[in-house]
T-cell receptor
Framework: GAGVSQSPSNKVTEKGKDVELRCDPI?????LYWYRQSLGQGLEFLIY????????KSGLPSDRFSAERTGGSVSTLTIQRTQQEDSAVYLC??????????????FGEGSWLTVV | TQLLEQSPQFLSIQEGENLTVYCNSS?????LQWYRQEPGEGPVLLVT?????EVKKLKRLTFQFGDARKDSSLHITAAQPGDTGLYLC????????????FGQGTRLTINP
């Protein structure tokens, strides 16, 4: 598709289980972001990938959270030993790199995670 | 601590009224963006402002960047039910930085 694709769109998991959330960015976009949004709230930055550079992990809330981006395209956000406070919408976004592409960020529809 | 403070957090008004949403910070931003988000969807960019004092208009929406580049406002004239949504401001502190810092959002409801 033309937009950022995320899966699953909804995930209910039991406390203590691991979850993986997938993001397929817009083709050709070298920058990829993960944000977290609690119900009706603003977005909390988690991690940012840019090409082959080391990712900016400064927003990851704990070592239970990790993300990787394979081949400069698809990214997976992994949450280990999920807790109830992890329940949120996890939004992925991508943007082109450099001045020609501008700084417009395009968001996916998000993965709604509920930990019970 | 919220780097970008939006106010009000909730606003419910009648169709046809005017409204202003504010986004304030003690930090200077190289650019500031406004997004609108509808339920079940990701935020969609409305505008980017980069120059202190800049004013941009999108139909009935007017966006202003403060002279000191620390604050911004969104004014909607003659609000319509289709304007209902979550409005988010987001800023970049360092020029060219890719990490956007978001405000907590303003949930706007326009009643017919």
């Amino acid at each position: 598709g033309a937009g950022v694709s995320q899966s699953p769109s909804n995930k209910v998991t039991e406390k203590g289980k691991d979850v993986e959330l997938r993001c397929d960015p817009i083709s050709g976009h070298t920058a990829l972001y993960w944000y977290r949004q609690s119900l009706g709230q603003g977005l909390e930055f988690l991690i940012y990938f840019q090409g082959n550079s080391a990712p900016d992990k400064s927003g990851l809330p704990s070592d239970r959270f990790s993300a990787e981006r394979t081949g400069g395209s698809v990214s997976t956000l992994t949450i280990q030993r999920t807790q109830q406070e992890d329940s949120a919408v996890y939004l992925c976004a991508s943007s082109p790199r450099g001045q020609l592409g501008g700084n417009t960020i395009y968001f996916g529809e998000g993965s709604w995670l509920t930990v019970v | 601590t919220q780097l970008l403070e939006q106010s009000p957090q909730f606003l419910s008004i009648q169709e046809g009224e005017n409204l202003t949403v504010y986004c304030n910070s003690s930090s200077v931003f190289s650019s500031l963006q406004w997004y609108r988000q509808e339920p079940g969807e990701g935020p969609v960019l409305l505008v980017t402002v980069v120059t202190g004092g800049e004013v941009k208009k999108l139909k009935r929406l007017t966006f202003q960047f403060g002279d000191a580049r620390k604050d911004s406002s969104l004014h909607i004239t003659a609000a319509q039910p289709g304007d209902t949504g979550l409005y988010l401001c987001a800023g970049r502190i360092i020029q060219g930085a890719q990490k956007l810092v978001f405000g907590q959002g303003t949930r706007l409801t326009i009643n017919p």
